[in-house]
């Protein structure tokens, strides 16, 4: 049995994410699989990116494409799960595009931003996507990012500065 990724009401939560960026920013519109088999996307406001390698190691990394994820999306049933041979099957080569560098952006710990302002969509779209495991928020000193974990994966919400 191959190792199960996300829920049907995960990828929904997924592909909205994804989808806001669909016209702007093409390349957040995309999942990314990375040459060493971590899994990883983001919409510039949150980021989500596999703990450990979940895909086999690559030459080259690979994409999820929205227009895919839709298609799985519509065809699945309710109870059932992207998986790794699911990712297998549609992962495309990248065809040049550069994604950012996640985990460099989610070992930085600290920023200096006093004031900060949460915005209540991003949030429940994040706690969708991460699951139905418990998030705790902690504000004290220099502002952190939230960060949330769960078997797979170590998830994001960045902070936005606010300007008076």
């Known amino acids: 049995m191959t190792q199960k990724i996300w829920n049907k009401k995960q990828v929904m939560h997924i592909r909205n994410l994804l989808k806001v960026n669909e016209d702007k920013r093409p390349i957040f519109s995309r999942i990314h699989i990375d040459t060493e088999g971590y899994i990883e996307f983001t919409d ?8 450990e390698p979940i895909m ?46 996640l985990e460099r952006l989610m070992n930085n710990d600290t920023c200096a931003i006093e004031k900060i302002a949460l915005n209540v969509k991003n949030l ?41």
């Open 44 to 51: 510039s406001y949150q980021a989500h990116r596999s703990k």
């Open 56 to 101: 086999a190691a690559h030459e080259v990394s690979r994409f999820i494409h929205l227009d895919d994820l839709i298609v799985w999306y519509k065809l699945a049933s309710t109870r059932d799960y992207i998986t790794v041979d699911t990712i297998n099957e549609i992962a495309k080569d990248t065809d040049g595009m550069v994604y950012p560098n």
């Open 124 to 164: 429940t779209t994040f706690m969708n996507i991460v699951g139905d495991e418990a998030l705790r928020m902690e504000f004290t000193g220099e502002m952190r990012q939230v960060k949330s974990y769960n078997k797979l994966f170590k998830s994001v919400l960045l902070p936005v500065r606010v300007f008076d």
